[in-house]
């Protein structure tokens, strides 16, 4: 099931932002994450979450950004927060899913995700 970002949008930097992603869940599902690419560079992962809750963030994102889920809403943010003129990009949610109780490690790496988003943009201005 392919997720849905929103809350993209222009901010001055220091600013704040919340991105959305909408998914519902599916059986197998063990991590969502978010990714960002600017053109000319590859996509690279900004954090991502498990099932039961675990993060991992990407060095640029630890401090200032925030990754959580609403379960009952089948939702997952970013909570931005510090924004600098480099955190400019599309970003991207994604959804992985493995064999039930293999152990996958949730990380934001981009080749453990099979279903993507079609991406929100984000625009820092300084």
């Known amino acids: 099931v392919q997720p849905v970002e929103s809350g993209g949008g222009s901010v001055q930097a220091g600013g704040s932002l919340r991105l959305a992603c909408a998914s519902p869940?599916?059986?197998?599902?063990?991590?969502m994450g978010w990714f960002r690419q600017v053109p000319g560079k590859l996509r690279e992962g900004v954090a991502a979450?498990?099932?039961?809750?675990?993060?991992v963030y990407a060095d640029s994102a630890k401090g200032r950004f925030t990754v959580s889920q609403d379960n009952s809403k089948n939702t997952m943010y970013l909570q931005m927060n510090s924004l600098k003129s480099d955190d400019t990009a599309m970003y991207y949610c994604?959804?992985?899913?493995?064999?039930?109780?293999?152990?996958?490690?949730?990380?934001?790496?981009?080749?453990?995700?099979?279903?993507w988003g079609q991406g929100t943009s984000v625009t820092v201005s300084s």
């Open positions: 979450i498990s099932t039961d809750g675990g993060t």
């Open positions: 994604a959804a992985a899913y493995g064999r039930p109780g293999a152990g996958d490690p949730c990380l934001p790496e981009r080749d453990r995700f099979g279903y």
């Open positions: 869940y599916v059986y197998g599902r063990y991590c």
